[in-house]
């Protein structure tokens, strides 16, 4: 079965306080999109790569593509306003049922081969995998007056991380069900599986710290340390 990555790329930055998407800044002489895109071209287990672009950046990603020699990149398409729309986009542009999707945030460009490797492997098992790290703080459930309500054992708690892998079908027929909701609301795709496939199990990988998303001004500044970190030693 064919494995298909989902780089998604339409988010603006606006928590960053950029003019430029955050995909797209300069970090260490790469755009961080770069860095995500190479990881997945390197990687074996991974047949093909569709990025998910804001459409006024679509030219821009053909551009890194054929200036970085990205064999893998067949299709860049255009998103939408919310992170599902771009979702949904990718599911148009591919049919076959008999094919595993890999949705990655284009921000988070330090995933490991590993991961992406584990997730693919799960595939064989499973119709849906997402990856995670154990939960470190104490999460606090508040009420309305802004006092605990409940303290949830973090033993069974993680933080999401992606990718999200699916086979297709699967992803397809939970959207199509979440669509006829009038009420539907995510914030990434497993979610919409749980929720509209609650049958469905969701196999969990083993995610590293170091998958971090890059959301505010720090993570920037921890990404270029880790990227030249990994220049140096690779020396």
Request: with cysteine.
């Given at each position: 079965?064919?494995?298909?990555?989902?780089?998604?790329?339409?988010?603006?930055?606006?928590?960053?306080?950029s003019?430029?998407?955050?995909?797209?800044?300069?970090?260490?002489?790469?755009?961080?999109i770069?860095y995500?895109?190479?990881?997945?071209e390197?990687?074996?287990?991974?047949?093909?790569?569709?990025?998910v672009?804001?459409?006024?950046?679509?030219?821009?990603?053909?551009?890194?593509v054929?200036?970085?020699h990205?064999?893998?990149?067949k299709?860049?398409?255009?998103?939408?306003?919310?992170?599902y729309?771009?979702?949904?986009?990718?599911?148009?542009a591919?049919?076959?049922?008999?094919?595993?999707?890999?949705f990655h945030d284009?921000?988070?460009?330090l995933?490991?081969?590993?991961?992406?490797?584990?997730c693919?492997?799960a595939?064989?098992?499973?119709?849906?995998?997402?990856?995670?790290?154990p939960?470190?703080?104490?999460?606090?459930?508040?009420?309305?007056?802004?006092?605990?309500?409940?303290?949830?054992?973090?033993?069974?708690l993680?933080?999401?991380?992606?990718?999200?892998?699916?086979?297709?079908?699967v992803i397809?027929?939970?959207?199509?069900?979440?669509?006829?909701?009038?009420?539907?609301?995510?914030t990434?795709?497993?979610?919409?599986?749980?929720?509209?496939?609650p049958?469905?199990?969701?196999?969990?990988?083993?995610?590293?710290?170091?998958?971090?998303?890059?959301?505010?001004?720090?993570?920037?500044e921890?990404?270029?340390?880790?990227?030249?970190?990994?220049?140096d030693?690779?020396?």
């Amino acid at each position: 079965m064919r494995t298909i990555a989902i780089i998604l790329a339409g988010g603006s930055g606006n928590r960053l306080g950029s003019d430029a998407p955050k995909q797209f800044l300069k970090v260490a002489g790469k755009e961080i999109i770069e860095y995500t895109i190479d990881t997945f071209e390197k990687c074996n287990a991974i047949d093909e790569i569709c990025i998910v672009s804001r459409a006024d950046y679509v030219s821009h990603i053909e551009e890194l593509v054929e200036l970085n020699h990205f064999e893998k990149v067949k299709k860049i398409v255009p998103g939408g306003k919310e992170r599902y729309h771009s979702s949904l986009a990718a599911l148009d542009a591919y049919t076959d049922d008999d094919t595993n999707l890999l949705f990655h945030d284009a921000v988070r460009p330090l995933v490991s081969e590993r991961i992406i490797n584990d997730c693919v492997s799960a595939l064989q098992n499973y119709n849906a995998v997402g990856v995670a790290t154990p939960t470190t703080d104490t999460i606090l459930e508040i009420g309305d007056d802004n006092c605990i309500t409940n303290i949830p054992n973090r033993n069974q708690l993680r933080n999401a991380q992606t990718p999200q892998g699916f086979k297709r079908w699967v992803i397809r027929k939970a959207y199509d069900i979440a669509l006829a909701d009038e009420h539907f609301q995510t914030t990434d795709d497993c979610g919409v599986v749980k929720k509209y496939l609650p049958s469905e199990k969701i196999y969990i990988i083993n995610g590293e710290n170091t998958n971090i998303k890059i959301t505010y001004k720090e993570d920037i500044e921890l990404l270029e340390k880790l990227c030249t970190s990994t220049k140096d030693n690779a020396r």
